[in-house]
C-alpha cells in the first residue's frame, strides 16, 4: 500500500520554525520527485518546494525561497521541510506528494501536476 504520511506541523510563532516530515512507503523512493503543496483557506493549491528523484535538483517557490529548505534521508524514505522565518501567509495545509516528473521537472513541479501520489496534510498556522 502507497503511503505518504505528512508530520511536524502545529502552530508557531511569526518568525519561528518548523519542520515538516514526509514518510513514504509502498514505492520505490528514489525514483519519485517529492514536492510541497500548500493551500489556505479560500486560495488555491501552491507549489512551494520540490526535491527531484536525483536528490540533486531544487526548486523553491518565490514566496518561499531563502526560508524553507527541502531535503531527504533515503535511508528512512523520508522528505523533510524546514521553515525558518515564518510569516502569517505560511499559515495553510501542507501536502507532500510523489511523481516521477522526469525532463519536465524543470516546468511543471509546482503545477500539482503529474503527481501520482497524496498526503493527507497537515495543519500548519503561523500566529503574531
Known amino acids: 500500500e502507497v503511503q505518504l504520511v505528512e508530520s511536524g506541523g502545529g502552530l508557531a510563532q511569526v518568525g519561528g520554525s518548523l519542520r515538516l516530515s514526509c514518510a513514504a512507503s509502498?514505492?520505490?523512493?528514489?525514483?519519485?520527485?517529492i514536492g510541497w503543496f500548500r493551500q489556505a483557506p479560500g486560495k488555491e493549491r501552491e507549489g512551494v518546494s520540490c526535491?527531484?528523484?536525483?536528490?540533486?535538483?531544487?526548486y523553491y517557490a518565490d514566496s518561499v525561497k531563502g526560508r524553507f529548505t527541502i531535503s531527504s534521508d533515503s535511508a528512512v524514505n523520508t522528505v523533510y521541510l524546514q521553515m525558518d522565518n515564518l510569516k502569517p501567509e505560511d499559515t495553510a495545509v501542507y501536502y507532500c506528494?510523489?511523481?516521477?516528473?522526469?525532463?519536465?521537472?524543470?516546468?511543471?513541479?509546482?503545477?500539482?501536476?503529474?503527481?501520482?501520489?497524496w498526503g493527507q496534510g497537515i495543519q500548519v498556522t503561523v500566529s503574531s
Open positions: 506528494a510523489a511523481g516521477r516528473l522526469g525532463s519536465s521537472i524543470d516546468y511543471y513541479w509546482s503545477e500539482g501536476v503529474g503527481y501520482d501520489y
Open positions: 526535491l527531484a528523484s536525483s536528490g540533486d535538483k531544487t
Open positions: 509502498g514505492f520505490t523512493f528514489d525514483d519519485y520527485a
